[in-house]
């Protein structure tokens, strides 16, 4: 199957210092990334949906200067919290879909970072 | 707008028993497709199923089975033979298709599920 690589899937950084979370798909072109944040035991949070070069599309609420997100290649895609607090702690997670066919349509997800802000 | 709903929180069952977990959809778009997911503990998100709106059969793969009523729009996950591996949280959701792959998948509250030995 498809594999999403996400890394780090762990840091704790101090307030007001920003993050940087990549999301790779490894064996598949991603045409389009997804990224989600998931509180404890709550369901995932769809915050923005970023398309291989151009701008991302962000849910209402989601804070478009808080939470930097590009897509430079059909590979890669990266999500920095910018100047982090501590209510920024959360589980983040990216997923990738490709151009359709034989898929399903389906979502690969990545492994996840938990952030923690001190 | 799209929407995803599960109505059980939490699920007990006894290990090798079956067990059904319970979803219901909401949608415009006549071609949408519906998954089922599997997050463990480590966080990480497994896929399990899919099923097509225009698919003729229920999807199947292995111990798990959609049983798909597309009048009721409910998309119930049946896991055959539990184990006590398949303790986790499992969740529902659904992409809308009709602008393909850009389209996004919303997932409903999720339901715990706790095999007991």
């Known amino acids: 199957g498809a594999v999403v690589s996400q890394h780090p899937s762990r840091v704790i950084c101090k307030s007001g210092t920003s993050v940087k979370i990549e999301c790779r798909s490894l064996?598949?072109?991603?045409?389009?990334m997804f990224w989600y944040r998931q509180f404890p035991k709550q369901s995932l949070m769809l915050m923005a949906t970023?398309?291989?070069?151009?701008?991302?599309?962000?849910e209402q609420g989601v804070e478009k200067d808080k939470f930097l997100i590009n897509h430079a290649s059909l590979t890669l895609s990266t999500l920095t919290v910018t100047s982090a607090h501590p209510e920024d702690s959360s589980f983040y997670i990216c997923s990738a879909s490709g151009a359709g066919g034989g898929r399903g349509e389906k979502l690969f997800f990545g492994s996840g970072t938990q952030l923690s802000v001190l | 707008a799209q929407k995803i709903t599960q109505t059980q929180p939490g699920m007990f069952v006894q290990e090798k028993e079956a067990v059904t977990l319970d979803c219901t959809y909401d949608?415009?778009?006549?071609?949408?497709?519906l998954f089922w997911y599997k997050q463990p503990s480590s966080g990480e998100m497994i896929f399990l199923i899919y099923?097509?709106?225009?698919?003729?059969q229920n999807a199947t793969e292995g111990r798990y089975s959609l049983n798909f009523q597309k009048a009721r729009k409910s998309a119930n996950l049946v896991i055959s033979a539990s184990q006590l591996g398949d303790s986790a949280m499992y969740f529902c959701a659904m992409r809308e298709l009709r602008y393909s792959s850009a389209s996004k998948i919303i997932f409903g509250s999720g339901t715990r599920l706790s095999i007991r030995p």
């Open positions: 099923q097509g709106s225009y698919d003729q």
């Open positions: 970023s398309n291989e070069g151009s701008k991302a599309t962000y």
């Open positions: 064996d598949f072109q991603a045409t389009t």
């Open positions: 949608t415009s778009d006549p071609s949408y497709g």
